[in-house]
């Protein structure tokens, strides 16, 4: 019961935010020149804006003038500001902290996160988990598993803002995250472990400890696959850990800070089972939600396999810098674009820049975006295809990453 009232309450607080997307969506052109034009009354007096003209923008026409279309690489100098301390340089808000991700080279990329950007994420993601609730219901009655990575990555250069996941950065509202982490299988404190073998064996262990996952939320299918396959590797020291409470790993100094409760019972159950046997395991789980697209197929018709009474959701298009579309429903092609959480520009084939009341069934564009933690005519390296509609919103499939001439 209580974990059905926590996850109503969150639910109950998304309904703002589905009612405002729902409401946009049937308005396109105006939500998006809505969304411009606040970057740009924000953010005039910021050293971007400045040197931008941000002051003379009238028009998507102004903007296009005034600010070119860029990568990551020509926003470096401004983040680089940033990570020096400097304030006011690509937003009026302050940095939250710099979030690592890698390029489409393999590069590291540092995006500014504010407290705009979060919201913007949270615009996207309302819709989407109330839409979730609402095709499985049950699940708001257990646990869920929400898919974090390690923090592998180390910096030699000293930054003023923190750099890498914050509470403060997560895309569930602070009003409610406590709640929330009390139906979370695993806990997100693991993102801090700097082993990957000690991040892999304690995710393992709690989702053992978890009796009741319903729902599991990870991006990759593979990278759940991978990880379910070295329960076999780890399968009797987990049941040992499990029934004692204790966590036997080597690096103590980097796992103080996490306790299991002792579960002699759950492990004396898991032990009638073999380590491939995650239906009996997690009997209860009734909803994966993953990636499906390009690379992804063969990992997800494994993963579909592997829990045959799950339904399997695909997600919508999200990166680290932007939220783009979400999933209603099943239905592969329903997954309309996020229209309140960014602006967003998609150039056709003849370099034409496309809003997106303009965008056309069946076409495909290289996507650019402009969000509220600085990145402006952000050159995202996706490209997409419009597949269907929902409302007046086109629905995107991912295809895959541009040429670059």
Same mark, same amino acid.
């Given at each position: 019961?209580?974990?059905?009232?926590?996850?109503?309450?969150?639910?109950?607080?998304?309904?703002?935010?589905?009612?405002?997307?729902?409401?946009?969506?049937?308005?396109?052109? $105006?939500?998006?020149?809505?969304?411009?034009? /606040?970057?740009?009354?924000?953010?005039?007096?910021? /050293?971007?804006? /400045?040197?931008?003209?941000?002051?003379?923008?009238?028009?998507?026409?102004?903007?296009?003038?005034?600010?070119?279309?860029?990568?990551?690489?020509?926003?470096?100098?401004?983040? =680089?500001?940033?990570?020096?301390?400097?304030?006011?340089?690509?937003?009026? #808000?302050?940095?939250?902290?710099?979030?690592?991700?890698?390029?489409?080279?393999?590069?590291?990329?540092?995006?500014?996160?504010?407290?705009?950007?979060?919201?913007?994420?949270?615009?996207?993601?309302?819709?989407?988990?109330?839409?979730?609730?609402?095709?499985?219901?049950?699940?708001?009655?257990?646990?869920?598993?929400?898919?974090?990575?390690?923090?592998?990555?180390?910096?030699?250069?000293?930054?003023?803002?923190?750099?890498?996941?914050?509470?403060?950065?997560?895309?569930?509202?602070?009003?409610?995250?406590?709640?929330?982490?009390?139906?979370?299988?695993?806990?997100?404190?693991?993102?801090?472990?700097?082993?990957?073998?000690?991040?892999?064996?304690?995710?393992?262990?709690?989702?053992?400890?978890?009796?009741?996952?319903?729902?599991?939320?990870?991006?990759?299918? *593979?990278?759940?696959?991978?990880?379910?396959?070295?329960?076999?590797? *780890?399968?009797?020291?987990?049941?040992?850990?499990?029934?004692?409470?204790?966590?036997?790993?080597?690096?103590?100094?980097?796992?103080?800070?996490?306790?299991?409760?002792?579960?002699?019972? $759950?492990?004396?159950?898991?032990?009638?089972?073999?380590?491939?046997?995650?239906? $009996?395991?997690?009997? #209860?789980?009734?909803?994966?939600?993953?990636?499906?697209?390009?690379?992804?197929?063969?990992?997800?018709?494994?993963?579909?396999?592997?829990?045959? /009474?799950?339904?399997?959701?695909?997600?919508?298009?999200?990166?680290?810098?932007?939220?783009?579309?979400?999933?209603?429903?099943?239905?592969?092609?329903?997954?309309?674009?996020?229209?309140?959480?960014?602006?967003?520009?998609?150039?056709?084939?003849?370099? =034409?820049?496309?809003?997106?009341?303009?965008?056309?069934?069946?076409?495909? *564009?290289?996507?650019?975006?402009?969000?509220?933690?600085?990145?402006?005519?952000?050159?995202? =390296?996706?490209?997409?295809?419009?597949?269907?509609?929902?409302?007046?919103?086109?629905?995107?499939?991912?295809?895959?990453?541009?040429?670059?001439?």
């Amino acid at each position: 019961m209580l974990k059905t009232a926590i996850n109503a309450l969150w639910y109950l607080g998304n309904i703002p935010n589905t009612y405002v997307f729902k409401k946009a969506a049937l308005h396109p052109e $105006r939500t998006q020149s809505t969304k411009l034009f /606040q970057y740009i009354k924000n953010n005039a007096s910021t /050293q971007f804006g /400045q040197q931008h003209n941000f002051e003379h923008i009238k028009t998507f026409s102004d903007y296009q003038k005034y600010v070119p279309i860029r990568g990551y690489n020509d926003f470096e100098p401004w983040i =680089q500001k940033v990570i020096e301390g400097k304030t006011h340089i690509l937003t009026i #808000e302050s940095v939250l902290c710099l979030m690592p991700t890698s390029g489409v080279t393999g590069d590291i990329k540092l995006i500014p996160y504010t407290q705009g950007l979060q919201k913007e994420f949270s615009l996207g993601v309302a819709p989407w988990i109330n839409n979730t609730f609402k095709l499985k219901p049950n699940i708001m009655g257990g646990s869920s598993y929400w898919s974090i990575a390690p923090s592998l990555i180390e910096f030699n250069q000293k930054s003023a803002v923190k750099i890498g996941y914050t509470e403060k950065s997560s895309y569930i509202s602070s009003k409610i995250h406590g709640l929330i982490n009390s139906v979370i299988a695993v806990p997100n404190s693991l993102i801090k472990l700097h082993s990957i073998d000690s991040f892999n064996y304690l995710t393992l262990l709690y989702l053992l400890a978890c009796k009741d996952l319903r729902f599991v939320s990870v991006w990759h299918p *593979y990278y759940f696959s991978q990880l379910l396959k070295q329960l076999k590797s *780890y399968w009797q020291l987990l049941l040992n850990d499990l029934a004692t409470g204790s966590i036997s790993l080597d690096e103590k100094h980097d796992i103080n800070e996490y306790k299991i409760e002792p579960m002699p019972k $759950r492990s004396e159950l898991l032990a009638k089972f073999t380590a491939d046997q995650y239906t $009996r395991i997690w009997p #209860e789980l009734s909803l994966i939600s993953c990636w499906g697209e390009e690379n992804s197929v063969y990992a997800l018709k494994d993963i579909a396999n592997k829990f045959p /009474q799950a339904v399997i959701q695909e997600k919508g298009l999200i990166a680290t810098e932007a939220f783009i579309s979400l999933p209603l429903g099943v239905n592969q092609n329903i997954k309309p674009i996020s229209i309140n959480s960014h602006f967003f520009e998609f150039i056709n084939d003849k370099g =034409q820049s496309k809003l997106v009341h303009e965008l056309r069934l069946g076409e495909e *564009y290289n996507l650019v975006v402009s969000t509220a933690g600085g990145l402006y005519r952000y050159f995202l =390296q996706d490209r997409i295809k419009v597949v269907d509609f929902f409302l007046n919103l086109p629905c995107l499939k991912f295809i895959g990453k541009p040429s670059i001439d």
